[in-house]
């Protein structure tokens, strides 16, 4: 049965919980335990699927279709361990479920209330799997007093109550401010946010600081005293040039050790990190640079873009490269030309989005990476600009267009080369959808399974003809301008099984140039870069070289 690991914040948020749960999984794991990592939000959304990326940030798609919180991305990433529609749950998801149950008289009549019907819910969710792993870290969103995180607070309570002594730890993350005019680090802060959280039950068992700092000893002796945790138990959490050095870091401090203290594993074994050494030395010994544009219409918060931007320093991993992604408007060339400002870069990647909003930017991104030569990846939405470009430039249906943004206004204006996606196979039953369905889960998601032409360019980068492939979209090339895009050099290289449904087209006359209809950031990792990246950052270095 799995010890519980829960990771709580406090004083502020964004101060990573999500990133010291992601490392303390990977430190566990190089001691030989097995992990799973969740995530509760105290959002009132099901899912974060509907809400905007300057809300939320990106949205992170499991294999199971599940639309989830960015922060199951960094433990995918740290510990390699896929996540699962089980992985995360949002107050919406809790409620609905209860609410679910109480229509059907699943309660025999009782009175539904937060205690115990909510708390039960959220315990009943804690312990799916939970024979499946030696440790299993549970991450509660916002921080300790916000009232939307009050059930999950009492929940995972009720939980360490519920199992035997000794079966569940917390950690608390908080921050220790410097002062700068009286050169001090505050300790008050993270005094109030553990007093906030043994008021309602829970006591820490190791304490991580955020700091910009050094902590000198005699805080650490000070805040061990007043918040009731063992000396080795606090924990410096300082700014990193990387994330990727958390790992490093945090065992440095003593953080693994001092939660296998708390569980009373004694002796711990001992790590073996010579995966994230590796990882440390082609970051921070990297043999050139490359510049690479991302053009895309949410440039003002990088988190929407969160897994491409790792994907893509990944892929500068695996070829000892510095990636230099630039973030560029897609909108801003509906206004002006493309060249000056794609002039000077080694690639241009066009990312996926939902609505019109800096389309034709983007479809004159991908001309620019056409006509000049220069190594293009398109992913999803990024996929359908490249079509559309190559339909109206090359194939002279010069009204080219996706059905998604007549739908928008409701008037015909294009001809649809992109259109709705009203059905599709999933396992072994068809999936149907209508324009007019609700938001919220019916995009094609998950991992689906592509077939690619033996001989691509595709099939020789994944080494394969059959991959799966994560996905998250409601529209889709028309296969049946196929055949005109491939006389003009447009290749279809991977199609469902079927035959249906396109997934990848490149252009082979041309140094790099594919587009993908599903997300394949979503599956790389800093220890095992995806192929695709790989090999579009290689291309990168090519044109590099060529300067």
Request: glycine share 8%; hydrophobic share 40%.
């Amino acid at each position: 049965m799995a010890r519980y690991v829960f990771i709580t914040g406090g004083v502020v948020s964004s101060l990573g919980k999500g990133l010291a749960s992601a490392a303390l999984g990977a430190l566990l794991q190089a001691r030989g335990f097995s992990v799973r990592l969740r995530k509760l939000d105290p959002y009132l959304n099901v899912d974060p699927g509907t809400m905007s990326p300057f809300e939320h940030g990106e949205v992170f798609v499991t294999d199971d279709g599940a639309e989830t919180d960015l922060d199951l991305g960094h433990y995918e990433r740290f510990t390699g361990v896929s996540a699962r529609k089980t992985d995360s749950v949002s107050s919406g998801r809790i409620y609905s479920n209860v609410l679910e149950k109480e229509r059907r008289g699943d309660y025999l009549g009782k009175t539904i209330q937060v205690i115990p019907h909510v708390t039960n819910e959220i315990k009943d969710f804690l312990t799916i799997g939970e024979d499946e792993v030696d440790f299993m870290l549970c991450e509660i969103g916002g921080t300790v007093g916000d009232i939307e995180g009050l059930p999950f607070f009492e929940a995972i309570r009720q939980f360490a109550q519920d199992k035997p002594r000794g079966q569940c730890i917390f950690v608390h993350l908080t921050l220790l401010p410097y002062v700068s005019a009286s050169h001090e680090l505050k300790t008050k802060p993270t005094q109030h946010s553990v007093k906030e959280l043994r008021s309602i039950g829970i006591a820490p068992d190791v304490l991580l600081l955020r700091s910009e700092h050094p902590i000198p000893e005699k805080e650490r002796e000070k805040i061990a005293l007043f918040c009731n945790v063992r000396k080795e138990a606090v924990i410096a959490a300082y700014d990193l040039k990387t994330i990727y050095e958390a790992p490093l870091a945090y065992h440095r401090e003593g953080f693994d050790q001092a939660v296998l203290d708390a569980f009373g594993i004694s002796p711990a074994p001992k790590p073996n990190l010579d995966r994230w050494t590796d990882v440390m030395d082609r970051l921070e010994n990297a043999e050139g640079e490359v510049r690479v544009a991302i053009v895309g219409k949410y440039t003002q918060l990088e988190d929407a873009y969160k897994s491409i931007a790792e994907a893509l320093t990944h892929g500068g991993m695996a070829n000892r490269t510095r990636v230099r992604a630039e973030w560029i408007n897609a909108e801003l060339f509906e206004r002006e030309d493309p060249s000056p400002f794609l002039e000077g870069f080694h690639a241009i990647l066009v990312p996926g989005g939902f609505g019109e909003r800096g389309t034709e930017g983007k479809i004159r991104a991908a001309k620019y990476a056409r006509e000049k030569g220069i190594p293009y990846l398109g992913i999803c939405l990024g996929m359908q600009m490249a079509v559309i470009e190559a339909a109206r430039n090359l194939a002279h249906v010069s009204d080219a267009g996706s059905e998604e943004f007549d739908h928008e206004i409701g008037k015909k204006r294009f001809t649809p080369v992109v259109y709705h996606l009203k059905e599709w196979i999933q396992g072994n039953h068809l999936v149907a959808r209508k324009h007019d369905d609700d938001k919220g889960g019916t995009m094609r998601l998950g991992a689906y399974t592509a077939a690619l032409k033996p001989g691509s360019r595709v099939a020789q980068i994944y080494g394969a003809t059959e991959i799966e492939e994560r996905h998250r979209h409601r529209y889709e090339v028309d296969v049946r301008y196929r055949e005109a895009l491939e006389d003009c050099g447009l290749t279809f290289s991977g199609m469902s099984p079927d035959g249906r449904l396109p997934e990848i087209v490149e252009i082979k006359d041309h140094p790099w140039f594919i587009g993908v209809q599903f997300h394949p950031e979503l599956k790389s990792k800093p220890f095992a870069p995806h192929p695709l990246f790989a090999d579009f950052v290689r291309a990168a270095v090519d044109v590099s070289r060529l300067v």
